[in-house]
């Protein structure tokens, strides 16, 4: 589903990235993890548009068979990649209904927008009595809640997660993880950048390890955890 081939990203004179190759696999559940500094938010923000790739390198993002490498950034979205940046990023004064429906201002998703309003006050009931409310007044967790559910109103195919759990509670993250896996289950390609390592492990069916901009180890979750240089190197566990 997603190919990216020596990719390579810098921001000025210095590199963030070098040379990253990997690929995702249909309705897949991907995670990178890493130190803090390795690259993984530069990498996810390039997979949305929101960075580019370091022009005459050869570096591509391939997806769904089209190499959108050089695409300007809201066709990445047409093309149906959806990011949930870390921080939220939510439009504070506006309300809860308000955030979310900005996620499907494409004319395709605006046409199912009902459709998919329901499809995420299911996932997250508790947003269901906090539509009119102003999100800057939500909590750290139904805040989360709507950043995810505003990408996942433009219905995309791919659902790319930035540190979900950042600022968390325990008890959050793990409603906030089932949530994601649960989109998942549902057919959508999830490729999540974590510093929970022991979550995102939980969850993920692939795993890859970016160490200072470089992806170092490749592998299932039980493959990852049976290196002991991995595990104790990269992972923190």
């Known amino acids: 589903m997603l ?13 963030a990235l070098w040379g ?10 991907l ?12 990498l996810i923000n390039t997979l949305a548009g929101m960075l580019r790739a370091t022009p005459g390198t050869g570096g591509r993002i391939v997806f769904e068979g089209r190499d ?16 949930v940046p870390e921080g939220r990023r939510l439009f504070g004064s506006m309300s809860v209904r308000e955030n979310l429906e900005i996620g499907s201002v494409l004319a395709a998703a605006k046409a199912r927008r009902p459709e998919s309003l329901d ?16 999100a800057g007044e939500l909590s750290g967790g139904q805040q989360q809640m709507v950043a995810i559910g505003r990408a996942l109103m433009a219905r995309p195919r791919l659902l790319l997660l930035d540190e979900p759990s950042l600022g968390l509670s325990p008890l959050i993250v793990n409603e906030m993880f089932a949530a994601i896996r649960r989109v998942n289950d549902e057919g959508t390609a999830v490729l999540l950048v974590e510093q929970n390592v022991s979550m995102a492990l ?12 470089r992806m170092v180890a490749e592998g299932t979750p039980d493959e990852l955890m049976q290196r002991d240089e991995i595990r104790l190197a990269y992972l923190g566990v």
């Open 3 to 15: 190919e990216v081939r020596e990719l390579q990203v810098a921001y000025g004179p210095a590199p």
């Open 20 to 29: 990253v190759s990997f690929d995702l696999r249909e309705r897949e559940l």
């Open 31 to 42: 995670c990178v993890v890493g130190p803090n500094g390795a690259g993984k938010t530069t």
């Open 68 to 83: 959108i490498t050089a695409l300007p950034p809201h066709h990445f979205c047409e093309a149906g990649i959806a990011i």
């Open 119 to 134: 499809a995420v006050l299911a996932l997250f009931p508790a947003l269901k009595v906090k539509l009119g409310q102003a």
């Open 202 to 213: 939980r969850v993920a069916k692939r795993a890859y390890v970016l160490e200072e901009g």
